[in-house]
């Protein structure tokens, strides 16, 4: 198409993946500057309101139930009793939102750095945050590499990582020291997942977070691919390291319960994000 009106459209352009990704706006909302990141809100024509975090999309209205379902359901439902939840990150509460899904978990706590995240969050997008004062829920604004050194050993079932891009505020989050802290937190049989970007445009990443999480201890990974339309390439992927014990199945009445919450996940969803497609396999064999 010829002759777009260029300011009518955001475009995110991706230097290290040589992509580009385009919505059309209605209109800029708000714009924020915080200690951390810029943060901003676009009204697009298609896909709702939309989070933009230092150029990059992070949320829209349409299409985060990919990203918040698979990164919270086939972990909590990996594990056979999960009952003390942390997310580090999450600052829009979507991933909040789909745990408590769960009625066996007992506490969740969500520790984010950048308040401002979830301010724009409540503003725009507050069916991510309708349960955010659910009894259960702990929201705290807070640096979460340090929280994570310093809680109770063994005293956590499940951990979310639910962070941005290995840079900036979240290029913690992407290392051996870290991956010790949560293996350290978690009870046996516990269970670590993070968003592991895009199978396809950054597997040299993913395979150094695989590596990382089996070095440090971890006993089991199993990384599930999904789709998510506004990441580069389309297709992202979340990563879940088990402490102590291999992986085996997941619980389907948990899948069949949360499926009638959902956009998205659903037992058969499940199954097939388990099977590894031939360019990963390989990826991964070669290590």
Same mark, same amino acid.
């Given at each position: 198409m010829a002759n777009l009106d260029q300011s009518k459209w955001f475009t995110e352009i991706s230097d290290r993946d040589g992509s580009a990704f385009s919505l059309r706006i209605n209109?800029? $909302?708000?714009?924020?500057?915080?200690?951390?990141?810029?943060?901003? /809100?676009?009204?697009?024509? =298609?896909? *709702? %309101? $939309? /989070?933009?975090? =230092? !150029?990059?999309? /992070?949320? &829209?209205?349409?299409? %985060?139930?990919?990203?918040?379902?698979?990164?919270?359901?086939? @972990?909590? $439902? @990996?594990?056979? %009793?999960?009952? %003390?939840?942390?997310?580090? !990150? !999450? *600052?829009?509460? *979507?991933?909040?939102?789909?745990? $408590?899904?769960?009625?066996?978990?007992? &506490? #969740?706590?969500?520790? =984010?750095? =950048?308040? #401002?995240?979830t301010q724009m969050s409540l503003k725009y997008f507050p069916e991510l945050c309708e349960s955010n004062n659910d009894a259960r829920a702990t929201v705290m604004f807070d640096d979460g590499i340090k929280y994570m050194r310093e809680v109770a050993g063994e005293s956590i079932d499940v951990v979310i990582v639910d962070g941005t891009d290995p840079v900036g505020p979240g290029e913690g989050l992407f290392n051996h020291a870290f991956y010790t802290s949560c293996l350290n937190a978690l009870r046996p049989g516990g269970i670590l997942v993070q968003q592991s970007e895009s199978p396809l445009m950054h597997m040299p990443l993913l395979v150094e977070m695989r590596e990382a999480m089996l070095s440090v201890g971890f006993n089991d990974l199993q990384t599930l691919p999904f789709p998510q339309p506004i990441y580069p390439s389309g297709l992202w992927s979340v990563t879940l390291a088990r402490k102590s014990e291999a992986f085996n199945g997941f619980r389907e009445d948990g899948a069949a319960h949360v499926a009638t919450q959902s956009e998205y996940y659903n037992s058969g969803i499940h199954h097939g994000a388990l099977a590894t497609p031939n360019f990963m396999k390989r990826a991964f064999d070669k290590k």
């Open positions: 209109k800029k $909302l708000d714009e924020k500057q915080s200690p951390f990141q810029k943060v901003e /809100m676009f009204e697009t024509t =298609d896909f *709702g %309101n $939309l /989070m933009i975090i =230092d !150029g990059c999309t /992070m949320v &829209s209205t349409r299409e %985060n139930f990919f990203y918040h379902e698979m990164i919270s359901h086939p @972990a909590l $439902l @990996a594990h056979p %009793n999960p009952k %003390n939840v942390v997310i580090i !990150g !999450g *600052g829009d509460c *979507g991933t909040l939102r789909e745990v $408590l899904k769960h009625p066996g978990v007992e &506490s #969740v706590t969500q520790i =984010d750095i =950048d308040e #401002v995240v």
